[in-house]
């Protein structure tokens, strides 16, 4: 499973090996992992075989028999959906979400559901309802989050490409965690429905090892449904093709100030950042430091006012699915929080926090606007120890603020709609991946991915794997 699914999807499709044979192998790696690094909520044995079986030799689909995981806070039709929490109990939904159609389409065998933090709040991964996952790069440390099961199923070799989403750095940060590519597209790219409405911060995508597989998923997961109330504008051809040309010079902003006061940035986060800018020069292109524009900004303030609000829908959604007004204990102390304060929030206060988050993005997008791309860190800090940051203390907002101090480059984009793409340009001294963050132009994942290809050329990070035990707990 450490190859790249488009190149495994060919073997299936040149008769070099079948598709159950390749599901079979993700599912035993699976199997072998689970118990030490807790990636998965559901594993479905029985209906990956049986759709496995249905794929034979020649099947022209980009990625016919490749395994995937959906992370376990989307529906998919006759698994659990759950969102790691126990108020959700064993829901199971009957229709799949759009993209988890097409991505069906699109021949890949779905083997399980993912981890996340309940409800997906917080940038690490420790629900209490399934426990911690773990980093497969350095086991006592977090995989990031909320796409933190997606993205260390990924790194562990359990499946080549994995599902996520992204509300403020949730497939960004757990790509940067644990070595992978992570993109969030930009707002509007990929269709929430049918149960998911507009999300001014919230954008489905997938986690990988390579740039090109990344983009050969954007071209099938991008696109209008019928009945979207928004949606992107179309590419100017596909995503993989694009990705492949070799971009112009490009004049790119290199912002290390971090959007939050007081954020003290690692120094081996800082140095992936810089040498990323000495080796973007070395390719043609102009890298200048700047001020960043959100100096000044309270960003994390109003942040959690579109957020939360949020999080407490999902909360009541949950309770309806349960059939009553949902209690304390269904929930976690951070996510009971949320609840109360979204429901102390009035609607008045919640519509102008909305405007004043709009205005705010609406100053960020003009300020970078003479750049084709801002170069940050992915993370401030080192994925953080497992168990510093759960929700689950005597202050959970705490908790709250303390994980915008690890990770407050990501949320940015999610305010802007920019596309950002985390990349694994090096390895730390600590054995664990170091990542930057480019964000995009509006709308122009192309050109984002056309840089990160040229990264990737000029420094290949897909052949680095943790060294992984099964025997270890």
Same mark, same amino acid.
Request: proline fraction near 10%; include cysteine.
């Given at each position: 499973?450490?190859?790249?699914?488009?190149?495994?999807?060919?073997?299936?499709?040149?008769?070099?090996?079948?598709?159950?044979?390749?599901?079979?192998?993700?599912?035993?790696? @699976?199997?072998?992992?689970?118990?030490?690094?807790?990636?998965?909520?559901?594993?479905?044995?029985?209906?990956?075989?049986?759709?496995?079986?249905?794929?034979?030799?020649?099947?022209?689909?980009?990625?016919?028999?490749?395994?995937?995981?959906?992370?376990?806070?989307?529906?998919?039709?006759?698994?659990?959906?759950?969102?790691?929490?126990? $108020?959700?109990?064993?829901?199971?939904?009957?229709?799949?979400?759009?993209?988890?159609?097409?991505?069906?389409?699109?021949?890949?065998? %779905?083997?399980?559901?993912?981890?996340?933090?309940?409800?997906?709040?917080?940038?690490?991964?420790?629900?209490?309802?399934?426990?911690?996952?773990?980093?497969?790069?350095?086991?006592?440390?977090?995989?990031?989050?909320?796409?933190?099961?997606?993205?260390?199923?990924?790194?562990?070799?359990?499946?080549?490409?994995?599902?996520?989403?992204?509300?403020?750095?949730?497939?960004? @940060?757990?790509?940067?965690?644990?070595?992978?590519?992570?993109?969030?597209?930009?707002?509007?790219? /990929?269709?929430?429905?049918?149960?998911?409405?507009?999300?001014?911060? /919230?954008?489905?995508?997938?986690?990988?090892?390579?740039?090109?597989?990344?983009?050969?998923? $954007?071209? %099938?997961?991008?696109?209008? #449904? $019928?009945?979207?109330?928004?949606?992107?504008?179309?590419?100017?051809?596909?995503?993989?093709?694009?990705?492949?040309?070799?971009?112009?010079?490009?004049? @790119?902003?290199?912002?290390?100030?971090?959007?939050?006061?007081?954020?003290?940035?690692?120094?081996?986060?800082?140095?992936?950042?810089?040498?990323?800018?000495?080796?973007?020069? !070395?390719?043609?292109?102009?890298?200048?430091?700047?001020?960043?524009?959100?100096?000044?900004?309270?960003?994390?303030?109003?942040?959690?006012?579109?957020?939360?609000?949020?999080? !407490?829908?999902?909360?009541? @959604?949950?309770?309806?699915?349960?059939?009553?007004?949902?209690?304390?204990?269904?929930?976690?102390?951070?996510?009971?929080?949320?609840? #109360?304060?979204?429901?102390?929030?009035?609607?008045?206060?919640?519509?102008?926090?909305?405007?004043? =988050?709009?205005?705010?993005?609406?100053?960020?997008?003009?300020?970078?606007?003479?750049?084709?791309?801002?170069?940050?860190?992915?993370?401030?800090?080192?994925?953080?120890?497992?168990? #510093?940051?759960?929700?689950?203390?005597?202050?959970?907002?705490?908790?709250?603020?303390? !994980?915008?101090?690890?990770?407050?480059?990501? !949320?940015?984009?999610?305010?802007?709609?920019?596309?950002?793409?985390? $990349?694994?340009?090096?390895?730390?001294?600590?054995?664990?991946?170091?990542? /930057?963050?480019?964000?995009?132009?509006?709308?122009? #994942?192309? =050109?984002?991915?056309?840089?990160?290809?040229?990264?990737?050329?000029?420094?290949?990070?897909?052949?680095?794997?943790?060294?992984?035990?099964?025997?270890?707990?």
């Amino acid at each position: 499973m450490s190859r790249p699914a488009a190149e495994l999807a060919g073997l299936v499709r040149d008769a070099e090996l079948t598709a159950r044979e390749l599901v079979e192998a993700s599912l035993r790696r @699976i199997d072998e992992l689970e118990p030490a690094i807790g990636a998965f909520t559901h594993v479905a044995h029985e209906s990956a075989l049986a759709a496995a079986e249905r794929i034979g030799p020649g099947d022209p689909r980009p990625f016919a028999g490749v395994p995937i995981a959906i992370k376990d806070n989307r529906p998919v039709a006759g698994m659990p959906m759950t969102m790691c929490s126990d $108020l959700f109990g064993d829901f199971v939904p009957r229709r799949d979400a759009f993209f988890v159609r097409r991505l069906r389409d699109a021949g890949f065998v %779905i083997v399980g559901k993912t981890t996340l933090p309940e409800m997906g709040i917080l940038p690490t991964t420790e629900p209490r309802r399934f426990g911690p996952t773990s980093n497969p790069w350095l086991r006592d440390r977090t995989p990031g989050g909320s796409s933190g099961g997606a993205a260390a199923a990924v790194a562990a070799g359990m499946v080549p490409i994995a599902h996520g989403n992204d509300g403020g750095g949730s497939i960004r @940060i757990p790509a940067a965690c644990c070595g992978l590519v992570g993109l969030k597209p930009a707002r509007g790219r /990929v269709s929430p429905g049918p149960f998911e409405g507009q999300s001014f911060l /919230v954008v489905d995508g997938v986690l990988t090892r390579t740039v090109s597989d990344t983009a050969l998923a $954007l071209d %099938i997961l991008a696109g209008y #449904e $019928l009945g979207d109330a928004n949606w992107a504008p179309p590419p100017v051809g596909a995503y993989a093709e694009l990705a492949l040309r070799t971009p112009d010079a490009m004049r @790119i902003g290199l912002a290390l100030e971090p959007p939050l006061p007081d954020v003290t940035l690692h120094p081996m986060c800082e140095a992936a950042a810089r040498d990323a800018a000495t080796l973007l020069e !070395s390719l043609g292109h102009a890298v200048e430091p700047i001020a960043p524009p959100w100096r000044g900004m309270d960003l994390l303030s109003e942040f959690t006012r579109a957020f939360g609000p949020a999080v !407490s829908t999902t909360t009541m @959604i949950g309770g309806r699915l349960a059939g009553r007004d949902p209690v304390e204990t269904d929930v976690e102390p951070l996510t009971w929080a949320m609840w #109360e304060h979204a429901r102390d929030l009035g609607t008045m206060t919640f519509l102008s926090a909305h405007a004043r =988050l709009e205005s705010v993005a609406r100053t960020i997008v003009a300020a970078v606007d003479p750049y084709d791309a801002v170069l940050t860190p992915a993370l401030a800090e080192r994925p953080v120890p497992i168990g #510093e940051l759960h929700g689950r203390g005597p202050d959970p907002w705490e908790h709250y603020r303390r !994980s915008a101090y690890f990770t407050p480059y990501t !949320s940015i984009a999610n305010i802007t709609g920019l596309p950002a793409i985390s $990349l694994p340009l090096c390895q730390g001294e600590d054995g664990l991946p170091t990542a /930057v963050q480019l964000i995009g132009r509006p709308a122009r #994942e192309d =050109l984002l991915l056309a840089l990160a290809t040229q990264l990737e050329r000029a420094l290949p990070w897909a052949d680095r794997h943790p060294e992984l035990d099964p025997r270890r707990g």
